[in-house]
């Protein structure tokens, strides 16, 4: 039988390599002494959606004995002491995200760290008076603010905690896929190769790309994305407030120019994040700290974008609501006002939208980023990529557990119908409300401060969002 | 692995005691490229380890004390009888089981061994031969904790011969399943005119009516043969959706799970027919047969 094996192995190594030779002048005309490691799974990209896929995946009972890599550019960040200054990137997490996390035990060395819940979100308009109010009932946490840091010091230590399941590969940037054929009916190697910078080749039955909004993994599938650049960029910072307060209210205000956002950090400190034309944001970044400190207090506080029209407009509406609906709008706080600007915590970034036509393919999966990018007006972002690890690993759990070929499409395309069902929607309306609110034009004002009227006082709706 | 090295055409008229029917062997060759080609014609068996994957799995950890993390049929032997390109080899090597699958055209055991030669863990785990189930009889009598015998029953020869040794080659208390197709009107409107003939998502000329097995009947010859049987379930293919499902009717598919008696010949006396509810039950603690 060795005889016959050794035949057939050879048969099928000297095969392979055709395989490769014909994929592309990047394969280099060598004879492999060993085929490239093979992994079950590998993620490209370890960033906070990338190291969470790995982890989740790594603590999943029906993964014990399989093997995942993380490929992640950069090298590895040691977080054992958080400094005594924030981090002026910070993440919106949803109670749906914090569940997850918890799942696989970050959460709990998210909550050792540092991190502010908040109860309330105060959302209103620049040019009324109309503002919307969430807060749940119970008096349970709407959300959390974290640090991205301190999300990925979580994700690090339970990743190092399945270190036997899950390899991290720091340093080491993905240059070239090559991709097998659907239907194996040949003999070339049925798995996804892997060509680092560095020369070194992986095998995978299963890559998910976790790269970013601009994936390399997506580029080299070949999968269409639908995309737009805004002529926005952010500007994000920390800041002191003037007096301490509960500070567990998130507040954005929509300016003409972009929305403007206060996270809370803590009692006496929030996160910036402002969204506004490219030229504003660089004025922003090169002002002194005064006078970025009154930009900041006055674009909460102004009324200059108010017209008479619509505040009377807008009053009116607000009076046949309180007749219909004697408890329909809610009481107005007042947003903190801000004191001063850690130095060095200014930073701005481009904003866009993408979406991508196709999440699945042969033995491939986009999540987050990659995916879907959208506007940081809805503190979406990071929820999105963690949902879409949600339900990835739960149909991976359950292909694994029945013995299937984790690369089958046949599991990957419920992962994208689901999330894709769940996306579309709310990223075409994270978009809508970006361009709705950036106008001055009366019209589209009115419709908006309406709109947001409205939903103030509809409960259903509110609960919904 | 002398098999191997057979020629084939004596293994085409071999002994007319065979469970092997030389013309069902025909109409699979022609096809023996086309097994892992997921939504080609074979894309039914494909989709059926949805539901008989967990079937067998969950039957097995209900049966069992033990549950390896990650591998839940590890240390369990398996023989696939009829494995065809392995379709069925496969999943249940992923799940931990050692398996033998065996096939008497070399053609599929020659795709076979090819498909699972990319992975490492699978190529360690299931050894292919190309044999019937009679030549292996005198070298693995009472070898095997598991016997899989899907989608065969309805193609071979002798289907008593056939169950008489799977008992020879299964351990006592070891476990037997079958899936096949009854034999009744609609199993032949469904199963051959439609199936074949109008959708095609069979291959025209696979499947003989005449030779569909009816559950009662496979029942008596299991039972007069050292089975008992546990478990009998009709199962329904959704060809808008691709997908199978359970059924309380056996009218067109059915599976079966019996279990060889135990060494001192008998039984457990106490054991009612159960029926397999959800996909997903839980692995509870062994309880003996």
């Known amino acids: 039988t060795s005889a016959v ?83 002026n990137r910070v993440s919106s997490i949803s109670p749906g995200s914090a569940t997850l996390l918890s799942s696989f035990g970050a959460w709990d060395h998210v909550c050792s760290l540092r991190l502010k819940p908040f109860r309330r979100m105060q959302v209103w308009d620049a040019c009324s008076e109309a503002m919307i109010v969430f807060e749940k009932d119970d008096l349970d946490d709407m959300g959390y603010i974290v640090e991205n840091d301190v999300i990925m010091s979580a994700l690090t230590k339970q990743l190092d905690a399945v270190a036997d399941r899950v390899e991290v ?88 120019t972009g929305p403007i956002a206060l996270l809370p950090l803590s009692d006496t400190a929030s996160s910036l994040v402002w969204s506004t034309s490219h030229e504003h944001a660089s004025e922003l970044l090169a002002m002194d700290e005064e006078s970025f400190v009154d930009s900041i207090n006055s674009a909460f506080w102004s009324n200059v974008n108010h017209s008479d029209f619509i ?54 999966a986009l999540i987050g980023d990659a995916a879907h990018r959208v506007h940081p007006l809805a503190g979406q972002g990071v929820n999105l990529g963690f949902g879409d690890i949600a339900c990835l690993a739960h149909h991976l759990s359950a292909a694994a557990f029945n013995g299937s070929d984790l690369g089958s499409l046949k599991h990957l395309l419920k992962f994208e119908t689901e999330r ?28 908006r401060t309406w709109g947001l009227q409205a939903t103030n006082a509809l409960p259903p709706v509110k609960v919904r969002i | 692995q002398l098999s191997l090295f057979r020629p084939t055409v004596k293994r085409l008229f071999s002994t007319s005691h065979s469970s092997v029917d030389s013309k069902e062997m025909k109409k699979f060759q022609l096809l023996a490229h086309k097994w892992w080609d997921e939504e080609g014609e074979y894309s039914a068996l494909h989709s059926m ?45 992923r799940l931990g089981a050692s398996v033998t699958g065996i096939d008497p055209l070399e053609d599929n055991i020659r795709t076979a061994d090819q498909h699972k030669s990319f992975d490492p863990v699978l190529a360690k785990r299931i050894q292919y031969k190309s044999s019937s189930l009679e030549e292996i009889v005198e070298e693995s009598m009472e070898t095997f904790d598991v016997i899989v015998a899907s989608e065969v029953v309805e193609h071979v020869a002798d289907l008593e011969m056939f169950i008489k040794c799977c008992s020879q080659v299964l351990k006592p208390e070891g476990s037997l399943f079958i899936t096949t197709i009854n034999k009744t009107q609609l199993s032949y409107v469904l199963g051959i005119v439609v199936a074949e003939k109008i959708i095609g998502i069979v291959p025209e000329g696979t499947h003989e009516w005449e030779k569909f097995v009816p559950p009662k009947e496979l029942e008596r010859l299991l039972e007069s043969n050292g089975f008992s049987v546990k478990t009998v379930n009709g199962m329904l293919y959704n060809p808008l959706s691709g997908s199978w499902s359970w059924m309380e009717s056996t009218s067109v598919n059915y599976a079966v799970h019996a279990v060889k008696s135990g060494a001192w010949g008998q039984s457990s006396p106490t054991e009612a027919l159960s029926e397999v509810e959800s996909e997903h039950p839980s692995a509870t603690a062994g309880t003996t047969v």
């Open chain 1, 5 to 87: 094996m050794a035949v057939v192995c050879g048969r099928g190594l000297l095969a392979s390599l055709a395989g490769r030779l014909w994929a592309g002048p990047r394969a280099p005309l060598r004879f492999v002494t060993a085929a490239a490691p093979l992994y079950d799974v590998v993620v490209s990209g370890g960033g906070m959606v990338g190291s969470a896929m790995a982890a989740v995946l790594g603590h999943d009972t029906h993964f014990h004995d399989k093997k995942i890599a993380l490929l992640e550019a950069g090298p590895r960040k040691e977080y054992d002491r958080m400094p005594d200054s924030y981090s």
């Open chain 1, 311 to 364: 505040d009377t407009a807008g009053a009116m509406f607000r009076s046949a609501i309180s007749l219909l609906k004697p408890s329909g709008t809610a009481v107005r706080q007042l947003p903190p006002s801000v004191a001063k600007v850690d130095p060095e915590s200014r930073a701005m970034f481009p904003l866009g939208m993408g979406h991508a036509t196709e999440y699945v393919q042969h033995r491939v």
């Open chain 1, 169 to 256: 590969f720091y340093g080491s940037r993905a240059v070239g896929y090559t991709w097998p054929l659907p239907s194996h009916s040949c003999d070339t190697s049925p798995w996804v190769q892997i060509e680092l910078a560095d020369g070194r080749r992986l095998q995978t039955k299963l890559l998910i790309g976790a790269d970013g909004h601009n994936s390399v993994v997506r580029k080299e599938a070949k999968i269409k994305n639908v995309e737009h650049r805004y002529d926005q960029s952010a500007v994000v910072a920390t800041l002191h407030l003037s007096e301490a307060t509960d500070n567990n209210v998130a507040w954005q205000r929509f300016l003409p």
């Open chain 1, 420 to 447: 894709q069902r769940h996306n579309v929607s709310l990223i075409a309306a994270i978009d809508v409300l970006k361009r709705l609110y950036s106008t001055r034009l009366a019209p589209l004002v009115l419709l």
């Open chain 2, 49 to 93: 380890n949805d539901i008989r994957v967990p079937f067998i799995r969950d039957t097995l950890l209900n049966m069992s004390s033990n549950y390896h993390l990650g591998n839940p049929l590890s240390g369990v032997k398996i023989l696939d009888v009829g494995c065809g390109g392995g379709l069925l080899s496969e999943p249940l090597g």
